[in-house]
C-alpha cells in the first residue's frame, strides 16, 4: 500500500528563460493550448494531448536543460507530507503556497531526483 494517495493530475515542471515565447514554442509546435500565464509567480501553464497531464513553465535567468520535474496533484499537501516524511522521506525546505493558486512542497527520491506535491488551491 503506498505512503499517499495521489489525485489523476500531473505537472511536468520546467525552467525557461522567457514562459511567453516558450508557451507559444509549445502551442506552436506541438498544438499544447495555454491554460494561464501568473506573471507575478513567473509560472504559465499548457494543457498537453494526454488527459491529466499539464506543462508547467517556470521563468529563470539561466535555465538548465533536462531540468524537468514532475509535479504530483494531492487533496491534502499537509497530510501527504507528513506520511512521507515519517516514511523518511527528504524534502527541500518548508511547503510553499500562492493563496487561492497552490501550495507546493518539493522532494526527493533515494537517488536525489526532484519531484514535488502539489495542492490545487484555486477551487476548480
Same mark, same amino acid.
Given at each position: 500500500?503506498?505512503?499517499?494517495?495521489?489525485?489523476?493530475?500531473?505537472?511536468?515542471?520546467?525552467?525557461?528563460?522567457?514562459?511567453?515565447?516558450?508557451?507559444?514554442?509549445?502551442?506552436?509546435?506541438?498544438?499544447?493550448?495555454?491554460?494561464?500565464?501568473?506573471? *507575478? $509567480?513567473?509560472?504559465?501553464?499548457?494543457?498537453?494531448? #494526454? =488527459?491529466?497531464?499539464?506543462?508547467?513553465?517556470?521563468?529563470q +535567468?539561466d535555465?538548465?536543460?533536462?531540468?524537468?520535474?514532475?509535479?504530483?496533484?494531492?487533496?491534502?499537501?499537509?497530510?501527504?507530507?507528513?506520511?512521507? *516524511? $515519517?516514511?523518511?522521506?527528504?524534502?527541500?525546505?518548508? #511547503? =510553499?503556497?500562492?493563496?487561492?493558486?497552490?501550495?507546493?512542497? +518539493?522532494?526527493?527520491?533515494?537517488?536525489?531526483?526532484?519531484?514535488?506535491?502539489?495542492?490545487?488551491?484555486?477551487?476548480?
Open positions: 500500500m503506498p505512503v499517499v494517495t495521489l489525485d489523476n493530475t500531473i505537472t511536468i515542471a520546467m525552467s525557461v528563460k522567457d514562459r511567453h515565447a516558450s508557451a507559444k514554442w509549445y502551442e506552436d509546435t506541438l498544438g499544447f493550448e495555454p491554460l494561464y500565464h501568473m506573471d *507575478e $509567480a513567473g509560472w504559465s501553464e499548457m494543457k498537453t494531448m #494526454t =488527459e491529466g497531464v499539464t506543462l508547467g513553465l517556470g521563468e +535567468t535555465p538548465k536543460p533536462g531540468n524537468a520535474v514532475p509535479v504530483f496533484g494531492i487533496a491534502d499537501i499537509a497530510a501527504g507530507r507528513q506520511k512521507l *516524511e $515519517a516514511a523518511g522521506v527528504k524534502f527541500d525546505g518548508p #511547503t =510553499e503556497t500562492i493563496e487561492g493558486m497552490v501550495s507546493t512542497a +518539493t522532494f526527493y527520491d533515494p537517488d536525489g531526483n526532484a519531484m514535488m506535491l502539489a495542492q490545487d488551491l484555486s477551487g476548480g
